[in-house]
């Protein structure tokens, strides 16, 4: 079921980056899908299935918001002449569990600047993320568990 | 810019004619080595059929070789335009007689190393690609004696550049790795120059065919870039050739792989960079290659002396036989050093010349050819010699061979025609080109020339009695400097007795290859009157330029 | 390189970059892409996935030997050239056939051939260096 | 009309997205250390890139073109967090050490040779950084 | 001015703009590259240039109206990592390059004759 | 000549070939009595030269042959006239005696087959020289016989004198073949002509001829070398290395001739001028005296005859060299006086050393009554080689007193050197065959006995026949001496000379010849050790020159090999690059074609960018002060070209550029990662400046010619092609991709065959490791997994 | 831009030569990196750069219409990348496993095929 839902998700990106809307493009997209997806098949098997469209886009659009707000905050940081630098690594305790939200959520953090997401410990409990402002780590955490870790879990649990 | 139907178009674009099976002796080398070769690597698993497969595609081959060899000696050259594009837009696969018959040579050697490869390339080596290197090296050699089109053969010199490379590193020991980082970054710088080159002659003629780069070299004034092309690419090719001073990687690397490695290397791989240097300098180039003329003889007089006192100063035969293949290109050389025909000062000519003046490039070119596939053939035979000789004597140091006349009588006197062969000693193949290149040179009044090939014939024959004595007639030293007789009979047994590379399957490409340096030397009208018919070609190309233009095959 | 992060994301993208060699190999007659650079993007896929995976998971993907899917690329190209023999033409014309499928036409030609024939060798032949390389790191 | 706020939005988008461009490049050449560079690099720079694709899929008027584009930033997007992820890590892990000014660290010592997290880490401040070379 | 007319205008100088930018990045990319100081640095230098060109790709297929060179910026996007991930694969392995080391003992050893905390 | 007297003659030269081929066969079988088979060999081509010898005789000359290779315009071609006929019935006939004392000499030796092989094999090589007409064709026997000589000399080859005679001899010998192959292809290209007869038949061309000079010295370090003149003799006594059937058969009759047959041949198209009159006459006279005065020195008596053969060859040229129709005859009479006597000789001395298992003067005595055969035999050739009436060596000498008794100083020089020479060689004669025979017989001979009768019947044969040459002196002019000699001179000679003595000038010195010569030997034991102190004084000779040439060869070799090949790749690389320095600038600066001044270029200033960041990117490449930071910096300037490559409306090429760019950063890295390698490698300033210096030559000689040839007019009618069939007949509209797999599709075939090939040889590089050391030669027992 | 490309060919071409005189092998195959970028841009520019238009056909028409770059150096250098990336990758794998068996990069060392000392041959016979 979940092969078949990315195999057609291949097959519309297919479609997309061959930019010919017909059948029979659909049809081949989705063959090949298929025969790139065989190529992976010891690895796939954790991917949660995606259906909750909605909160997925509310995901995404909190994603773009953040992701412009703090490329404005880095480039303010950037210009200023004399920037006023805390940067630190603090650990944040993992809420999501599965390797599909933790790197989901690990590659919006890195994603956003200002944060940068270096390792996840092994046993996948802690999130060690580099801050360019690193003054008060407990707010930033809070974003972060109140921002995209809850919508996370909302779009796909 | 008008559109016609697709049928007009076809008619301005591509050359018309059916194409019968026969047309296709012209590609089929080239394509029977990548089939062979692909379906080998295919049958990775099955190493120990490679053999028993090989063996018949490399018969195949000498076969295409030799019908193509019999159809351009009848029919004259041969061109097939690959898909069927007009020349000079599409590639031309031309064969004229010089290339036929340097195919064919490297087919016969290719087929000899693969029969003694059977026995002495170990299942890890073939499991490596062996035969799949063989057989995409003789691609590589097959279609640059073939093609046509100037950039294509740099493209063939990579593809026999790079299954070189393969078979060089083949075993992995330490001295093959030191050689081939040598051999590697000199020969790619040497490629790169002809690519470089080619580069530039695109920029000045705006066309890659050959035949069309004749036409358009012919009509162009006379002027310093042409001249520079020429010696950029006098350059390149000494480099593949191996011609003094360009020559350093060759000795450091041929000795380190394995036998029948170096001997197709020394057999084929430098006889590539002289056939380039023929097609270019003399096909494409003439008037530029008349005005370099002195300094072809500068070369070739250095590197034949540079090869001939090499190989007399090494102790290994390996390496001593690295330096008679310099040797030998330098006689090669030779023979393209000879001023054209209105250079030439007559000064011999004062009672009705055999060889008029007009002929002097004709013979010492002819020369030359039938010199390269001589050295081709020999050359090849030498180093596959020199392998059973190291094998049975058990070392390839001429400070500690010996024995061999005694215990392996045959096999010895196979090896005296082939050194008395390369040489240059009557009856044998090296006599006859030796004999045209010392007239041509003399005729074209470069008596020193001719004696350089004399000296370095004469210095080429001293390292040869040496090697015989050393290796052959003297007993094994080692069994000399045993301490007592029951220690000189297990060394005996140790050195003789132990099984040597397949004794009938090293012997018979042995044979085949002695059987044409004694046909070649005892009856050599048949090669001269097809070397003759080669240089002919190559200095008066109209033949191969309308085989090209006239519509191809 | 063993983090959640990479080890989950690599296997989705090889079979994007897989999926992008393939459209960038088919169109490449009409638009910039061919065989070679489809093979290129190809094989960068097996090659991170190596590093991601490791190599063993890639070879068991790949099922065929790596070299073994280069020489029967060389080997579709050469064949793809050969064709032209039977009917009659030089070696390398392109033949070119347009049947009707599912309602469009459909351009099959030995070109297009020779080029598969491209993507194969240098897939077949840059993943088995990679991997190759990849591998002495392990042991 | 709406062509024309097409391409006003588009300039805009080239000025932002261009100015993100500079701006990254910029943080890299200022900012103290490595972890702060990819900040920059890895955001802005992404950000930045994004906006220009962006600015290219409006200015075309062919479907598949901005489709086009729009799958080139989800690549990017896609591609940008893990070489950033993995080269920070990796770093860490072998020894290159924070700005001094950092004010914390909560990642534990790391083996260089293993190159993974051990453990949880003690909380509070911490000014020295995994040194065991 | 109308607005079609004011938004070309804009469209032009915007690209101008773009493109001064774009190399003015490049140009800094390339001095953290040749500054270093670390490895790290130089590799988030060629990180950085991957995004810079995908960028100047982008413009210059605006510029142009090529838009066919998107199909270059997709493949820099799916595989531009690759050399990033390979370096950091190579950090990982071999840990800081000899010289760093020596320069790292050096500052420990100053820090620790001028007292001074890290 | 018919047809089936050709084929009859090709059959003869082909005859010893033949036996050659089934010699070791039929050894295996018969064991030493296949010499008689083999003998038949030899026996038949002497009977037909037996059978032409009447035409001969009368002035004939037999012609016959064959086009060989016309290309090359040489013809298998042969030529029988008084000269190779003698020489050829010589050869035949000796060769016949020689094959039957091998039989015996070699009986129970293991390989004897070969050895007949050899022996048969020069004998056809000697033949077919001999009546060559053909200067190619002659020269290609002239070298068989160098090669199978080398062969023979080597044939005891487990002892290095015999391996170093062998090479010494092939070294002399065949230096000089070289030397007369020049000289025979310059009077070939200078005449037109390649063959004897038409040289011989253009008079005075060569004499006249401004090549003349060039010509003659190299025919004569041809003939000098094979004829053993001094100084380069030194090979003839170390040939005795061979078994004696070689020595008897190599150093009489036969390959030492063969200078000498030279020089008689070409005699009258080269002769009579004053640099042959004087050139030879030195050499021969000093050779004479020299030779005969070390034969005498030598204490083996197998070392006497050589030196006394060295001795006959130099009375020949010294001979031939004066030129007069006299001297000619007295060199023909002597020629085949000696070629009788000493063949005979040296098979005496293969019996003595047979039947008494020494060679050694001192060492032997009293043989005579257990050897009476040989004895006589020896006392046979003896007296004849002493110059005593009836034999024929008394008509050569007489002969050789009356051509040289004028009164001026040249002749009498000469004349000195003869008697001199003569008398020595008188004394040799009979220290070899009388000396063992009479006296008493030392202690350590024990049973010595007569060897079967194939080992005597070729001397006393030999003897016998000296004695019947001089008795029927007639018929031995008629047929022998007379057409030899007329062919030499190039017109009929009478000769005269009987064995009956007259009272001359030329009587009176031989008589005082013998009498020196009787004095010799009487002190011959003294004269020997005077002079062998002599040489210890003068401690250096040719042949100790040889040894230290050989050295000095190899060592120089060994010298200018290891300064050329260093074993450093950077010198390679450094010459390589020179010379790509001189290709670019050396036309550019000859032939003044250096590009126009170019405008400031106008570009766009973000053009400006990406070409900067090339060059920026190859600056940080090079300034990297370490390898990782040249790698890391190597990406910018790719990526740079592969933005130029777009900026100019190649997107195929940029596409390629940045995936190749990617992908060879990601392989260096993943190979880097297993390198451990020092950390610096900046070089030091004195060590990259000339490489720099030489580095921008190159890097402005390339710019340079590219910027001359795009200021040439460009055509591009190929592009034009392919633009408008690309889509229309190849259905492509990326035109790039129609070029590369239609248009240019076998470009494309080669370099997926390099991408192939490249993976399987870096995987072939990765996997295969070294296995057990030393196990350089493959073990065939591997063949299978 | 040919005047301006030359220039780059020649910076390109005398950092690769440099590089390549180097001794030290990783060195000299930056060389070679450099040695092919430098041939790819020249046989560019020997095809003279004239308009920018890549050389693609568009959709609607059978030839194009304006003038296009010149397309043939493109497909000749594309030949060229691929083969020398080839070769660069042959020769990298090289130097890795010399140095492995070797260990050494610096060919002034790795003297085994051709060893400093080397013995007068025999001059004996
Ligand atoms: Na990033
Ligand atoms: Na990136």
């Known amino acids: 079921m979940r092969l078949s839902l990315f195999n057609l998700i291949l097959a519309l990106i297919w479609v997309i980056i061959s930019g010919s809307f017909t059948l029979l493009n659909l049809v081949f997209g989705f063959v090949l899908g298929a025969a790139a997806l065989y190529l992976i098949r010891e690895q796939v098997g954790t991917v949660g299935y995606v259906g909750r469209a909605g909160r997925i886009l509310t995901l995404f659009l909190l994603f773009v918001y953040e992701l412009l707000m703090s490329a404005w905050r880095v480039a303010v940081l950037v210009l200023t002449p004399k920037p006023d630098l805390k940067p630190g690594i603090f650990a944040y305790p993992l809420k999501v569990d599965r390797d599909f939200e933790i790197t989901l959520l690990a590659n919006m953090i890195t994603l956003t600047p200002g944060t940068l997401s270096v390792d996840v410990s092994e046993d996948r409990s802690t999130l060690y993320v580099h801050a360019i402002d690193c003054s008060d780590p407990e707010a930033t955490k809070a974003d972060i568990a109140s921002g995209f870790e809850r919508k996370i879990l909302e779009a796909f649990r | 810019m008008a559109i016609g139907s697709i049928e007009v178009l076809k008619a301005e674009a591509m050359v018309k004619g059916a194409v019968a099976a026969s047309d296709y002796l012209v590609v089929l080398p080239v394509v029977t080595c990548f089939i062979f070769g692909a379906g080998l690597l295919m049958l990775r698993k099955r190493i120990d059929w490679h053999p028993w497969l090989a063996i018949p595609g490399f018969v195949l081959l000498f076969g295409i070789d030799v019908a193509l060899l019999v159809k351009v000696a009848a029919q004259g050259p041969q061109t097939m335009m690959m898909s069927g594009w007009k020349p000079p837009f599409g590639i031309a696969f031309t064969v004229d007689l010089m290339g036929a018959l340097f195919v064919t040579v490297a087919g016969f050697v290719a087929l000899a190393c693969a029969i003694y490869a059977v026995a002495s390339i170990s299942a890890t080596e073939r499991r490596y690609g062996f035969y799949p290197f063989l057989f995409l090296m003789m691609g590589g050699v097959s279609g640059a004696f073939l093609t046509g089109d100037i950039f294509n053969l740099y493209v063939w010199f990579e593809v026999l550049l790079i299954g070189s490379f393969g078979l060089l590193i083949l075993g992995s020991e330490h001295e093959q790795l030191d050689g081939a980082t040598k051999y590697c970054m000199l020969n790619l710088v040497g490629t790169t120059l002809f690519l470089i080159t080619t580069g530039y002659l695109y920029g000045i003629f705006g066309t890659l065919n050959m035949a069309d780069i004749a036409t358009k070299a012919a009509e162009m004034p006379d002027d310093g870039a042409v001249y520079t092309l020429a010696v950029l690419y006098l350059v390149a090719f000494s480099l593949k050739a191996a011609a003094f001073p360009l020559n350093s990687w060759l000795p450091a690397s041929y000795h380190t792989p394995r036998f029948v490695v170096s001997a197709l290397f020394a057999g084929l791989l430098t006889k590539v960079g002289v056939y380039a240097m023929i097609r270019v300098l003399l096909m494409l180039f003439p008037p530029e290659r008349a005005g370099l003329a002195s300094v072809i003889a500068w070369i070739a007089a250095l590197t034949m002396l540079v090869g001939a006192l090499g190989a007399l100063a090494q102790t290994d035969l390996r390496r001593l036989l690295n330096y008679v293949v310099i040797a030998g290109i330098g006689t090669i050389l030779a023979g393209l050093a000879v001023p054209s025909m209105t250079a030439v000062s007559g000064a011999l000519s004062l009672v009705d010349p055999v060889a008029p003046a007009a002929g002097v490039l004709q013979t010492g070119l002819s020369g030359s050819i039938y010199y390269a596939l001589h050295s081709i053939i020999v050359m090849t035979g030498l180093y596959l010699a020199a392998g059973t000789a190291a094998f049975l004597s058990g070392s390839s140091s001429l400070a500690e061979m010996g024995g061999l006349w005694r215990r392996h009588p045959l096999f010895a006197a196979l090896v005296l025609v082939l050194l008395f062969a390369v040489s240059g000693l009557p009856p044998f193949s090296g006599f006859w080109p030796k004999v045209a290149l010392v007239r041509a040179t003399i005729t074209a009044d470069m008596p020193w020339l001719a004696a350089t090939i004399l000296v370095s014939g004469f210095l080429l024959t001293i390292a040869s009695a040496r090697v015989f004595a050393l290796a052959f007639w003297r007993p094994l030293p080692a069994i000399q400097a045993a301490a007592s007789e029951s220690e000189a009979a297990r060394i005996e047994a140790e050195r003789f007795q132990a099984p040597g590379p397949g004794r009938a399957l090293s012997l018979v490409p042995m044979l085949g290859l002695i059987s044409f340096v004694i046909a070649a030397g005892v009856w050599p009208e048949w090669l001269a009157r097809l070397t003759d018919g080669a240089a002919t070609g190559v200095i008066d190309p109209a033949a191969y330029l309308s085989s090209v233009f006239g519509g191809g095959s | 390189m063993r983090t959640v992060i990479f080890r989950f994301t690599i296997p989705y993208l090889t079979t994007l970059m897989v999926l992008f060699s393939i459209f960038v190999l088919l169109r490449g007659h009409n638009e910039p892409g061919g065989g070679f650079i489809g093979g290129l993007i190809a094989a960068s896929a097996f090659a991170i996935y190596g590093i991601a995976c490791g190599v063993a998971p890639v070879r068991r993907a790949l099922y065929f030997h790596p070299m073994a899917i280069a020489a029967s690329g060389l080997m579709m190209a050469v064949l793809s050239g050969v064709a032209s023999l039977f009917v009659g033409a030089k070696f390398l014309t392109g033949l070119w056939a347009f049947p009707a499928i599912l309602g469009g036409d459909v351009g099959l030609s030995t070109p297009l051939f020779f080029d598969i024939g491209v993507y194969l060798v240098v897939v077949g032949a840059i993943s088995s260096i990679a991997l190759a390389l990849e591998e002495r790191e392990s042991d | ?133 | 001015m109308n607005l079609h007319e004011w938004a070309l205008w804009l469209f032009d100088i915007s690209l101008t703009i773009a493109l001064v930018m774009l190399s003015l990045a490049f140009l800094i990319t390339v001095a953290r590259i040749v500054m270093g100081p670390t490895l790290p640095d130089r590799v988030l230098g060629l990180d950085m240039l991957t995004s810079v060109a995908i960028g100047f790709i982008a413009v210059i297929g605006i510029d142009t109206g090529f838009t066919l060179y998107i199909d270059i910026a997709i493949a820099l996007g799916l595989v531009g990592f690759l050399a990033t991930v390979a370096l950091a694969r190579f950090i990982m392995a071999r840990g800081k390059t000899e010289e760093e080391r020596v320069e790292q003992l050096r500052a420990v050893a100053n820090a620790a004759s001028g007292g001074e905390p890290i | 000549m018919t047809g089936i007297e050709a084929t009859t003659g090709f059959l003869a030269l082909a005859l010893p070939f033949i036996a050659a081929a089934l010699a070791p066969i039929l050894t295996r079988l018969l064991k030493q009595h296949a010499c008689w088979p083999l003998a038949l060999a030899p026996a038949l081509a002497f009977l037909f030269f037996l059978q032409a010898l009447p035409a001969v005789a009368d002035g004939n000359v037999l012609l016959f042959g064959f086009d060989w290779i016309p290309s090359f315009n040489v013809r298998f071609s042969f030529r029988i006239d008084g000269l190779s006929s003698t020489f050829a019935l010589l050869i035949t006939g000796i060769g016949t005696l020689i094959v039957l004392y091998s039989g015996g000499y070699l009986a129970g030796h293991k390989d004897q087959g070969r050895f007949f092989s050899f022996i048969l094999m020069f004998m056809g090589a000697m033949l077919g020289l001999v009546v060559s007409d053909d200067l190619i064709t002659l020269f290609v026997y002239w070298e068989l016989t160098s090669i199978t000589s080398f062969l023979l000399i080597g044939f005891d080859h487990h002892r290095e004198a015999a391996r170093r005679g062998a090479i010494q001899a092939l070294v002399i010998t065949g230096g000089g073949g070289l030397a007369l192959l020049a000289g025979l292809i310059v009077i070939r290209e200078l005449l037109g002509l390649s063959s004897i007869s038409d040289v011989l038949a253009a008079g005075d061309t060569l004499r006249d001829s401004a090549f003349y000079v060039p010509i003659l010295i190299l025919v004569l370090c041809g003939a000098f070398t094979k004829s053993a003149q001094m100084p380069f003799h030194v090979w003839l006594p170390n040939a005795m290395e061979a078994p004696t059937p070689v020595s008897a058969y190599l150093h009489s009759a036969t390959m030492v001739k063969a200078g000498v047959y030279l020089l008689l041949r070409l005699q009258p198209a080269l002769g009579d001028t004053t640099l042959w009159t004087t050139i030879l006459p030195l050499f021969g006279s000093v050779t004479l005296v020299v030779g005969a005065l070390l034969a005498i020195r030598a204490s083996d008596i197998k070392i006497t005859l050589a030196y006394t053969t060295v001795a006959s060859l130099g009375l020949l040229v010294m001979l031939i060299g004066v030129g007069t129709e006299a001297a000619i005859t007295g060199a023909v009479l002597y020629l085949i006086a000696h070629s009788l006597f000493k063949g005979g000789l040296f098979m005496v001395a293969g019996s003595i050393d047979h039947g008494a298992h020494t060679r050694e003067i001192d060492h032997l005595g009293g043989l005579g009554r257990s050897m009476p055969i040989t004895f006589t035999a020896a006392m046979l050739c003896a007296l004849s080689m002493g110059g005593i009436t009836p034999f024929v060596g008394f008509l050569a000498k007489e002969e050789i007193y009356y051509a040289l008794e004028h009164g001026d100083a040249y002749h009498i020089a000469l004349m000195v050197a003869a008697i001199a020479g003569n008398a020595l060689m008188f004394a040799a004669a009979f220290v070899v065959a009388l000396k063992p025979f009479v006296g008493q017989m030392p202690e350590t001979i024990h049973h010595p006995h007569e060897g079967a009768p194939t080992i005597w019947l070729g001397p006393l044969t030999l003897g016998v026949l000296g004695l019947l040459g001089a008795l029927f002196y007639g018929a031995y002019h008629a047929y022998f001496s007379g057409p030899m000699a007329s062919a030499a001179m190039g017109e009929p000679v009478a000769i005269e000379i009987g064995w009956v003595p007259h009272l001359n000038l030329a009587f009176m010195l031989s008589l005082l010849t013998i009498a020196l010569g009787i004095v010799l030997y009487v002190f011959a034991t003294r004269l020997r050790s005077g002079l062998a102190d002599l040489l210890a004084a003068i401690g250096w000779g040719p042949d100790k020159g040889f040894d230290q040439a050989m050295r000095g060869l190899l060592r120089g070799a060994f010298a200018i090999t290891n300064f050329l090949q260093s074993g450093r790749l950077d010198i390679y690389m450094t010459v390589t690059v020179i010379l790509i320095v001189a290709a670019l600038f050396g036309p550019m600066i000859y032939m003044d074609a250096f590009p126009a001044l170019p405008d400031f270029p106008t570009l766009a200033f973000y053009e400006w960018t990406v070409l900067g960041l090339v060059v920026l990117g190859i600056f940080a490449v090079v300034i990297a002060k370490n390898r990782l930071t040249a790698i890391v910096s190597l990406g910018i300037q790719g990526f740079a070209v592969a933005l130029i490559f777009m900026l100019l409306g190649a997107p195929d090429l940029s596409f390629t550029q940045f995936m190749v760019e990617t992908l060879s950063v990601v392989i260096l890295a993943l190979v880097m990662t297993r390198l451990r390698l020092s950390a610096a490698d900046h070089r030091p300033l004195r060590e990259s400046l000339p490489d720099a210096v030489l580095a921008i030559a190159g890097g402005a000689g390339f710019g340079l010619f590219l910027l001359a040839v795009t200021q040439r007019p460009f055509d591009a009618s190929l592009s034009d092609f392919f633009e408008r069939y690309s889509y229309t007949i190849a259905h492509g509209r990326n035109i790039v991709n129609v070029i590369l797999v239609d248009f240019r599709g076998i470009d494309t075939m080669g370099e997926i065959a390099v991408v192939m090939t490249a993976g399987l040889a870096i995987l072939a590089l990765i996997r295969v490791r070294v296995g057990r050391k030393g196990e350089r030669y493959p073990d065939p027992t591997e063949q299978t997994p | 831009m040919e005047t301006a490309l030359s220039f780059v060919v020649a910076c390109l071409f005398g950092t690769s030569l440099y590089l390549l005189l180097s001794k030290h092998v990783i060195r000299m195959l930056l060389g070679v990196v450099l040695l092919g970028n430098g041939v790819n841009l020249l046989i560019f520019t020997a095809g003279r750069i004239g308009p920018i238009a890549p050389p693609i056909i568009p959709d609607d028409l059978k030839i194009p219409e304006s003038a296009i770059a010149n397309p043939l150096p493109q497909a000749l250098i594309l030949t060229a990348i691929v083969i020398s990336f080839s070769f660069f990758s042959f020769l990298l794998v090289l130097a890795y496993r010399a140095y492995q068996d070797l260990n050494t990069d610096n060919t002034d060392e790795m003297r085994l095929a051709e060893p400093k000392d080397q013995g007068l041959p025999p001059l004996g016979y």
């Open chain 4, 1 to 133: 009309m709406i062509a024309d706020v097409v391409i006003i939005i588009a300039s805009l988008l080239l000025l932002a997205g261009s100015g993100f461009v500079a701006v990254a490049a910029l943080g890299i050449l200022r900012l103290p250390d490595l972890y702060t560079r990819m900040h920059a690099a890895s955001k802005a720079g992404a950000v930045g890139s994004a906006m220009l694709l962006i600015a290219l899929a409006l200015t075309a008027d062919e479907t598949p073109v901005v489709l086009r584009a729009l799958a080139a930033v989800g690549f990017f997007l896609l591609t940008a967090p893990i070489s950033a992820h993995l080269l920070a890590k990796a770093s860490y892990s072998v020894g290159y050490r924070m700005w001094e000014g950092s004010v914390l660290d909560e990642m534990p010592p790391v083996d260089p040779t293993l190159g993974v997290a051990k453990a949880p880490p003690p909380q509070g401040p911490v000014t020295s950084v995994g040194e065991s070379q």
